[in-house]
Antibody, heavy 124, light 108 residues
Framework: QVQLVQSGAEVKKPGASVNVSCKAS????????ILWVRQAPGQGLEWMGW????????KYGQKFQGRVTMTRDTTLNTAYMDLSGLRSDDTAVYYC?????????????????WGQGTLVTVSS | SYVLTQAPSVSVAPGQTASITCGGN??????VHWYQQKPGQAPVVVVY???DRPSGIPERFSGSNSGNTATLTISRVAAGDEADYYC???????????FGGGTQLAVL
């Protein structure tokens, strides 16, 4: 069965960086896009970016340009999201999600499978 | 950029029908996906491609999409349906997903 397992909760100081991992299993990792979505406390879902695990190509939300880097390791079937210059308003649950659309085409489709979420707390 | 608009909250009595709308410019030309999110949990797809239902999702959940409005309809609402519901489309001009702001469904 498809599973996305994320790394554990993090507490960071303002200005630091955080790296969240998302290990995929149960499907061909390179076959489907991975989205990164975050949710601040009491707020809605906010798209951060996506990565094509096959090509390594990425697209980032304008809000995160210059601060976020998404990578993958196809030998480990794992995607990574690195966010730098952390601020208190980056405190959120960060999710990875598998998009149903194939990586050989532009990204489309619903995100049927989600990781369990990683809480990142930014506090001095 | 493309914007999806949802009402912040909807209230419905148990056993009644809840309609949750998602507004967007010519949204009828896009495929709309709906997610249910309960506190402390990851989102779950309840309807995809406007009106398809994943296996395991009750038939009480249905979707439609036309013009500038997509609608998620939940019939015979039960207490267990209390959750936040988000619509989502892809902005094909910029190759990125767009989420609505979410609607909190309260079962009175």
């Amino acid at each position: 069965q498809v599973q996305l397992v994320q790394s554990g909760a993090e507490v960071k100081k303002p200005g630091a960086s955080v790296n969240v991992s998302c290990k995929a299993s149960g499907y061909t990792f390179t076959g489907y896009y991975i989205l990164w979505v975050r949710q601040a406390p009491g707020q809605g879902l906010e798209w951060m970016g996506w990565i094509n695990p096959n090509s390594g190509g990425t697209k980032y939300g304008q809000k995160f340009q210059g601060r976020v880097t998404m990578t993958r390791d196809t030998t480990l079937n794992t995607a990574y999201m690195d966010l730098s210059g952390l601020r208190s308003d980056d405190t959120a649950v960060y999710y990875c999600a598998k998009v149903s659309g194939t990586s050989s085409l532009p990204p489309l489709g619903e995100a049927f499978y989600w990781g369990q979420g990683t809480l990142v707390t930014v506090s001095s | 950029s493309y914007v999806l608009t949802q009402a912040p909250s909807v209230s419905v009595a148990p056993g009644q029908t809840a309609s949750i709308t998602c507004g967007g410019n010519n949204i009828g030309s896009k495929s709309v996906h709906w997610y249910q999110q309960k506190p402390g949990q990851a989102p779950v797809v309840v309807v995809y491609d406007d009106s398809d239902r994943p296996s395991g999702i009750p038939e009480r959940f249905s979707g439609s999409n036309s013009g500038n409005t997509a609608t998620l309809t939940i019939s015979r609402v039960a207490a267990g349906d209390e959750a936040d519901y988000y619509c989502q489309v892809w902005d094909l001009s910029s190759d990125h997903p767009v989420f609505g702001g979410g609607t909190q469904l309260a079962v009175l």
